[in-house]
Each structure stands twice: as C-alpha cells, then as structure tokens.
C-alpha cells in the first residue's frame, strides 16, 4: 500500500534535494572551472570570464605540460613511491596484523599498547625530521643512496590500518584455521589460504589507504628528497604554483594561454587517474570508514 | 619474593607429618624459569614471532626513535654529538617559551591559540555538517540520485592536499592592475563572486584573501567542509540506514509528523555515533592537519594562521632552533595526548564501544 506523502514530509524531501544539489555543486564546481580554465583562451581567463564553461578553448597548455619532462618524471617517481609504498606497507601490516590477532602470542597487551602509543602521541615533525636524517646517513652507509627508497620504507606506515587488519583477521573463525591446521597447513599457508581470501575486503580498503595517502604524500618527500628529478607529483604541483603565483612569472607574451592555464593543466593533470578510478574505489571507502569505530 | 617454609610444606593426612608439595616445587620452577619457558615458547612458535618484527622495528625506528629525538628540548644543539651524548641545558627552552615578551613566546602562544582556535572552529561549523548532510541523504528514495550525490560529495577528500590548496590558492587569487598597454589580470573567481555579493570590497579582493589574516580562518573552515563534510557523514547516514522501518511506522501510527520522526525516532538512534564521533573530534583538539595550514598559509597571516607545527616546522626545520621546536611539540603533544586519553577514558564510560 502506498500511503500518501504528508505535507511535512514532502517540504522536507524538496528541501533535501535542493541542499544536496547546491552541496554537490559546490564540491565538484572548482574541479569543473579547473577544466574549463585550463583549456580557455588567454583572455577569457585574465579577464575573469569564465564562469563555468570554457571560452576560446586551445590545448596548448596541456601540450605545454605533456612536453614538459618534469612532469613526466614526476608522474613515474610518484607512481614508484605509490606501487612500492602499498606493497612494503601491507606487507608489513598484514603479517604485525596477522601475529597480533592470535590470543596465544605472549605478551599481546603489550604489543598492542606499543601500537596504540602512536596513535596518542607522536613526536611531532621536528624530531621526526631529524631522525629521518639520521636514518638517511644509515641508509647511505648501507649503499641505499636513493632517497625514494627512504619514504618507501621510513615513511607511512599508520597504526590505525593495522588495527583495522587486526580486527578483520579476529573476525576468521578459528575452526577454520583447526582445520587448515589439522590438514597440515604451515604458519604461512594458514595465512595466505585461509585469511587473506577471508578478509579480502578489508585488506582491499587498507591497500587503498596506503596507497592514496601515498599518492597524496606531500611534506616530507618535499623535505627528504634533495633531487629536483625524484620530486613526485604533489612536490612538482607546489613547485610549480609557488614559481608561476610567487615569483610573477608570466608564460611568453604570444603565448595563446594565460599563466592560470598552465597551473589548472596541472592540477587537472593530476587529478585524472584518481577521477577514473575513483568510482571503483568509492564504496571500499565508505567500508573502510565504518571500520573505523573499533573495539579492543 | 621469599618463601616460608610453611609455602613449601603441606600436611599429609596419611601419615600425619608435614611433606614437601610436589606443585610447590612446579610453580616455584615455573617463576624461576619464567623467562627461559617464554624463550622456549617463542622458539618454538619462531614463524608467528618472525611475522611480527618487521612491525615492530619499523615503529621502534620511525615512531619511537623520533620521541626519543625529543630529548633534545633539554639538551644543548650540537650537531656533531647524538642526542644522548649531548650537554644538558635544562629547562632553557621551555622557559624561551613561556617567558614573557620575546618574540618567540609570543609567537609560541599565538600558535598555541591558534592551533585550539582552529580545532574549535572545526568543531563548531564543520561537526554537525556531516549530519545534516546525512540526514538529508536518508530523504533521497530513489537511488540513482543518492549515488549521484555520494560520488559528488565524497570526491574532494580523495584528492591531495596539494590539489585542494592549489585549487584554493587559484579560486582566491589577487588580481594585478594594468601597467601600461598591459591589462591587468582578474582576481580569482571566488573573489569575483564574494565581491559582487558585497561581501568583501573589491581592494580585499584585489588584494589576495590568502594574504589577508581576516579571512584565513574561514577560508580553513569552509574549504575543511567542503572537503570533509560529505564523506564524514558516511558514518552516520550508516546509523540512519540501520533503524528499523518498524520505528517509523510505530511513531507515524502515533501521529508524529516529520519533525516528531527526526525528533523521537531518529536523533536518539544515532545518538551514540554522534557521541563517539564528538568525543574522538574533542580528543584531537591540538592535532591541526599541519600540511594544509603550511601550503595555505604566508608571512601575511602568521597572525590568524601559525599552529604549533608550523611553528616548529619554521623554527626548527627551515631554521636552526632545534631545541626550541622540539620543546613547542612536545608541550603541544603531551597535552594533545592527555586529550586523546581523557576522551577516549570518557567514551569508554558513555557507551561501551572504545575508540581504540
């Protein structure tokens, strides 16, 4: 039976759609204006009229930016840091993960607790900074010169993931395992057949926390890495906005596009293989986030 | 602990005489040997103990270390000694901190108060953002829309902070006047809206928002809704979904409209996230997403923007006063971290779940 919507309830459902229609306008409007400021003319952009769609619209700053080497190697070093970040960081997380979800490993309380600490309190950067020099001096003793090898393996583990993995693999009932177990299965078969297909959506979700916050990784690539031809993505982006807005730099006069287009190209540049995966990933997130309120 | 005799001695009914206790002797072994049976244990179950090293030693070395780092608060710089070896100076830098009127105090406490003032604000503008959002979602029937919505929404926390800063940094962005022949560029477009709006004259604009103090702070809390609100509210549109429609249908048989619905049915449901969520916001009061003030801010907006991070960062990283900017941190974090624990000890009481 369809009951007949109240008046109240239908104030309220148009009062909805409206709000979440402005709200979702305003979340994607700067992307959308990125666009279309990237490929306008160079006047329609000085003078300020773009609104929305583009005006005059020429390539030339994104050929601009596909020309550039910098950008290219950018792309790659961050691509190296994402792909080898996510594999050294699971790795790591999923067999911590796997040892502190078993009741018999003496001392759990512990180990749980030198996790936890982390998250309660850190060091703060300037501590971090040094010791991250530091490890850098170890790094180069032991002939690892690459200060991409550095974030790799110094940077970005966080102790909420394991948590997350940790809760997962207590979630795996244990006559499972018996029985793996009893069918002679070692330590690792046990971990790899029995546990990872298990919980193979919350290691989906942790993978992809690891590797967007690589992707997204910021400061201390800018910080540690000393090469201008290592700087990943996000460092070439900030290097670029601070050399066009800071310093006055123009692109040449006959140039077809403004100074605003070359850093929207960019911007958008960046941006495009996280908005064609986005979709795909999008609702791991949202499982993800409601893992998020845990229990010990 | 030392035994008595009367611990190792127990009466045998049999032939009446006290005897030694076999269990005694076990459990007295047992305590001796404590550490030798964990050896064992551990030896013999190596495979699971192997797995958790590499854990381990990553935290020891780049979480733990790092603390231990901040020894050097108490020490004398000398870049050429490590840290242990170091002369003590005492309480000197705290004291460059609190005391009075030298600059760096001053600047220490602004940071301070900026760092809580732009937590606070957070909470004030950008918590109940997340539930509103969400409870309109629950409005949405039809699903295709709602999809549409969520894609749209939950997009701006995926991309970097680079991106979102940039992004920003463009839309506010001052226009320069013609020089000559030259004409002068526009300023950004959220400027050019603000500006047509009345809200801001056209000077300020022209000027760069970014480079006026006024506007920092709202300028962090909007673009921090417009980045966060809508995949915030994840978490409580999940609370919404999972009342049961019998709820409603008992409170509509009662005769309570829309309002009375959200009032009696909804809001005590969800409750409890907003709760714990509130509670985890109020433990991270002083933990300032440090990245994003550091890319938005500048020499302009030191006043409104500075926390303690980038206090730090710019004492201690760009420049050379180590001890000074660990000892900021370290007062920041330990009072961060007793935040941490007060709310998490609080949350544990009000509900059962525990942050942590």
């Known amino acids: ?68 080497n910098m950008f290219w190697n950018a792309y790659t070093n961050t691509l190296f840091l994402t792909v080898y970040g996510t594999i050294w960081a699971m790795g790591v997380a999923i067999f911590g993960a796997y040892a502190l979800s078993k009741k018999r490993l003496l001392f759990r309380k512990t180990f ?3 996790l936890v600490f982390t998250m309660w309190f850190s060091a703060g950067i300037v501590p971090q900074y040094l010791n991250y020099l530091d490890t850098r001096d170890v790094f180069n003793s032991i002939g690892i010169t690459d200060d991409k090898w ?39 078969q046990v971990l790899t057949n029995v546990y990872l297909p298990m919980s193979k959506s919350t290691i989906a979700t942790v993978a992809l926390f690891f590797a967007i916050s690589r992707w997204n990784g910021y400061f201390w690539a800018r910080q540690m890495i000393s090469n201008s031809n290592e700087h990943p993505l996000q460092v070439f982006i900030r290097l670029q906005l601070e050399y066009y807005n800071d310093s006055e730099a123009m692109v040449g006069w006959n140039e077809p596009y403004a100074t605003d287009s070359a850093v929207y190209a960019l911007i958008v540049c960046s941006v495009i293989p996280i908005l064609i995966i986005y979709p795909f990933i999008q609702k791991y997130f949202a499982k993800g986030v409601n893992m998020g309120g845990v229990k010990e | 602990m030392k035994k008595i005799a009367s611990d190792y001695l127990v009466y045998d009914e049999a032939t009446g005489k006290y005897r030694e206790d076999p269990e005694q002797k076990v459990r007295d072994d047992v305590e001796k040997h404590y550490w030798l049976n964990v050896a064992r244990t551990v030896i013999k179950d190596w495979r699971l103990y192997l797995m958790l090293v590499p854990m381990l030693l990553v935290f020891l070395f780049w979480r733990y270390f790092p603390m231990y780092e901040l020894l050097g608060a108490f020490k004398v710089p000398d870049d050429t000694l490590a840290v242990a070896d170091r002369l003590y100076s005492g309480f000197s830098y ?41 409870l309109f979602f629950n409005e949405i029937k039809s699903n295709i829309a709602r999809s549409i919505y969520q894609v749209a929404t939950y997009l701006p926390k995926f991309m970097s902070t680079v991106v979102m800063t940039s992004l920003i940094t463009m839309l506010v962005r001052r226009g320069s006047e013609g020089i000559g ?74 005769g309570a409209g829309k309002m009375a619905q959200m009032r009696y049915v909804v809001l005590p449901s969800i409750l409890s996230t907003i709760v714990i969520m509130l509670i985890t916001r109020i433990g991270s009061l002083l933990n300032v997403g440090y990245e994003k003030v550091l890319l938005l801010y500048n020499s302009h907006t030191y006043v409104t923007a500075d926390v303690v991070s980038t206090f730090a960062q710019r004492y201690g990283i760009a420049g050379t006063m180590i001890g000074v900017a660990s000892a900021a941190e370290m007062l920041n974090n330990i009072v961060g971290m007793l935040l941490v624990i007060g709310a998490n000890t609080i949350a544990r009481k009000a509900s059962d779940v525990s942050l942590y």
């Open chain 1, 1 to 68: 039976m369809k009951r007949k919507l109240e008046i109240s309830e239908l104030i309220f459902q148009i009062l909805s759609y409206i709000f979440l229609t402005v709200f979702a306008i305003c979340c994607i409007y700067p992307f959308l204006y990125a666009i279309s400021a990237a490929i306008s003319g160079r006047e329609a952009v000085e003078y300020g009229q773009i609104i929305l769609f583009p005006k005059d619209i020429q390539f030339e700053a994104f050929e601009l930016m596909f020309g550039t």
């Open chain 1, 112 to 114: 749980n607790f030198f």
């Open chain 1, 150 to 188: 550095l974030i790799v393996i110094a940077m970005g583990m966080a102790a909420m993931n394991i948590i997350l993995l940790r809760n997962a693999f207590e979630g795996v009932p244990s006559e499972i395992e018996e029985a793996a177990i009893v069918d002679g299965a070692t330590e690792m």
């Open chain 2, 94 to 134: 705290f004291k460059m901190l609190f005391a009075g009127d030298s600059t760096m105090s001053v600047e220490f406490w602004r940071a301070f108060r900026n760092t809580f003032l732009l937590s606070f604000y957070g909470l004030c503008f950008g918590f109940p953002m997340p539930i509103i959002i969400a």
């Open chain 2, 181 to 254: 022949q030259f004409e002068g560029i526009e300023m950004g477009i959220i400027s050019q809206l603000l500006c047509s709006l009345g809200l801001i004259t056209e000077e300020v604009g022209q000027a760069g928002l970014l480079n006026n103090p006024d506007f920092f702070r709202a300028i962090y809390q909007i673009s921090g809704i417009w980045e966060t609100a809508g995949y915030d509210s994840i978490v409580f549109f999940a609370a919404i979904i999972a009342i049961s429609p019998t709820s409603y249908e008992a409170a509509q048989i009662d």
